[in-house]
């Protein structure tokens, strides 16, 4: 029996695969059905409220500038860095004249999701102050960064990656869950996506390691980003189960050509990430928005899936796609979502939502 290929191989193999039958693809495009386009695509968003962790770069930054275009009536961005915030807001306003020079329908909010719980809530009481939220979407992250822990003493991709935005998420809900039913008869729906990756496949065997979450250096640092980005398409999966009136999904943007791997432990694997970012796999941060775009706006879909570019259900893992049948383990996504409950329990909820929680 032959040794399996390590995923760098198959990546390399992939690459070389594809530049030997791009006509192949070409062709194939051409008689699929119509790929998503965000300018034709994207509906009317007047009224709606929207919510994008790390708006400031790579696929947020492009997610916000799109959506812009849409005439929403507030998107509320966070980074790490409000220079970039603001230069963000310009660039929006430069793309999009209509939109006000008051910066009232663009809204940066501060926030380092490797900080604090009670940080992260303080950052979003500070500038958060909309009744209703229609799109929430968790894309902020970390990839194969050095060893380290967050401020509370977690794993720093599955702290920054994953907890930062249940923390969020939590603070978020009851005003979600508020806003899905005054816009019921509207026929409109209140959407979470969270942005995971085909990293996902790294995950330990186990999926989590609920008994190393504070272990810094468990594992490999791939196998903690895999973890992390495992346990956001298991939080979707939670939302879709039990608060069916808030329509979670996550997704792969796909190979993308941002700055994620900038703050990343170099290794051989980065290295041949990294060689392959000019070829035909990689995808400008435009087009990589494109996934989480039809997730947050499309009006078909199905609750707790996993969706690859674009609006593709996944089949098995290959080189880089498909999903992990981790994925599809109900007891542990019940168990991620009672640890998350447990861990983030005495949290104090935003005022103007706490009633709507408890209601549901």
């Given at each position: 029996m032959s040794k399996p290929k390590s995923l760098c191989e198959q990546l390399d193999a992939s690459s070389e695969h594809f530049n030997r039958n791009s006509h192949l693809n070409t062709s194939a495009k051409s008689k699929s059905i119509m790929p998503f386009n965000p300018v034709r695509d994207i509906p009317d968003l007047s009224g709606k409220v929207i919510f994008i962790t790390?708006?400031?770069?790579?696929?947020?930054?492009?997610?916000?500038?799109?959506l812009s275009a849409f005439n929403p009536a507030c998107i509320y961005f966070t980074g790490?860095?409000?220079?970039?915030?603001?230069?963000?807001?310009?660039?929006?306003?430069?793309?999009?004249?209509?939109?006000?020079?008051?910066?009232?329908?663009?809204?940066?909010?501060?926030c380092d999701l490797s900080s604090s719980r009670e940080s992260i809530r303080a950052a979003l009481a500070n500038k958060f102050d909309s009744s209703r939220l229609d799109i929430f979407i968790a894309n902020a992250g970390i990839m194969a960064v050095p060893e380290g822990l967050t401020a509370e003493g977690f794993e720093v991709q599955f702290?920054?990656?994953?907890?930062?935005?249940?923390?969020?998420?939590?603070?978020?809900?009851?005003?979600?869950?508020?806003?899905?039913?005054?816009?019921?008869?509207?026929?409109?729906?209140?959407?979470?996506?969270?942005?995971?990756?085909?990293?996902?496949?790294?995950?330990?065997?186990?999926?989590?390691?609920?008994?190393?979450?504070?272990?810094?250096d468990a594992g490999t640092k791939w196998h903690r980003y895999g973890q992390s980005k495992l346990a956001d398409i298991l939080l979707a999966k939670g939302m879709a189960k039990r608060y069916p009136n808030i329509s979670s999904v996550s997704v792969h943007p796909g190979l993308?050509?941002?700055?994620?791997?900038?703050?990343?432990?170099?290794?051989?694997?980065?290295?041949?990430?990294?060689?392959?970012?000019?070829?035909?796999?990689?995808?400008?941060?435009?087009?990589?928005?494109?996934?989480?775009?039809?997730?947050?706006t499309t009006a078909t879909l199905?609750?707790?899936?996993?969706?690859?570019?674009?609006?593709?259900?996944?089949?098995?893992?290959?080189?880089?796609?498909?999903?992990?049948?981790?994925?599809?383990?109900?007891?542990?996504?019940?168990?991620?979502?009672?640890?998350?409950?447990?861990?983030?329990?005495?949290?104090?909820?935003?005022?103007?939502?706490?009633?709507?929680?408890?209601?549901?």
């Amino acid at each position: 029996m032959s040794k399996p290929k390590s995923l760098c191989e198959q990546l390399d193999a992939s690459s070389e695969h594809f530049n030997r039958n791009s006509h192949l693809n070409t062709s194939a495009k051409s008689k699929s059905i119509m790929p998503f386009n965000p300018v034709r695509d994207i509906p009317d968003l007047s009224g709606k409220v929207i919510f994008i962790t790390g708006g400031t770069s790579g696929i947020g930054k492009a997610a916000v500038l799109a959506l812009s275009a849409f005439n929403p009536a507030c998107i509320y961005f966070t980074g790490r860095n409000a220079s970039a915030g603001s230069a963000v807001i310009s660039e929006a306003q430069k793309l999009h004249p209509s939109l006000s020079s008051s910066s009232s329908s663009l809204v940066f909010i501060k926030c380092d999701l490797s900080s604090s719980r009670e940080s992260i809530r303080a950052a979003l009481a500070n500038k958060f102050d909309s009744s209703r939220l229609d799109i929430f979407i968790a894309n902020a992250g970390i990839m194969a960064v050095p060893e380290g822990l967050t401020a509370e003493g977690f794993e720093v991709q599955f702290g920054t990656n994953y907890l930062g935005h249940a923390v969020l998420l939590r603070l978020l809900r009851p005003i979600m869950l508020r806003t899905a039913q005054k816009t019921a008869h509207e026929g409109s729906q209140v959407r979470f996506v969270a942005v995971s990756s085909f990293g996902h496949t790294m995950a330990p065997p186990s999926g989590i390691e609920f008994d190393k979450l504070k272990v810094p250096d468990a594992g490999t640092k791939w196998h903690r980003y895999g973890q992390s980005k495992l346990a956001d398409i298991l939080l979707a999966k939670g939302m879709a189960k039990r608060y069916p009136n808030i329509s979670s999904v996550s997704v792969h943007p796909g190979l993308v050509r941002t700055e994620l791997g900038g703050r990343a432990e170099r290794s051989p694997f980065l290295f041949i990430m990294e060689s392959l970012r000019w070829t035909p796999l990689y995808k400008s941060p435009e087009k990589g928005a494109h996934n989480l775009l039809w997730a947050a706006t499309t009006a078909t879909l199905e609750d707790g899936k996993y969706y690859e570019p674009v609006g593709k259900t996944p089949g098995k893992p290959n080189s880089y796609s498909g999903m992990a049948a981790i994925c599809d383990n109900e007891a542990l996504a019940d168990r991620l979502w009672e640890w998350t409950e447990k861990e983030l329990d005495g949290l104090d909820l935003l005022q103007y939502g706490s009633s709507v929680e408890r209601e549901q």
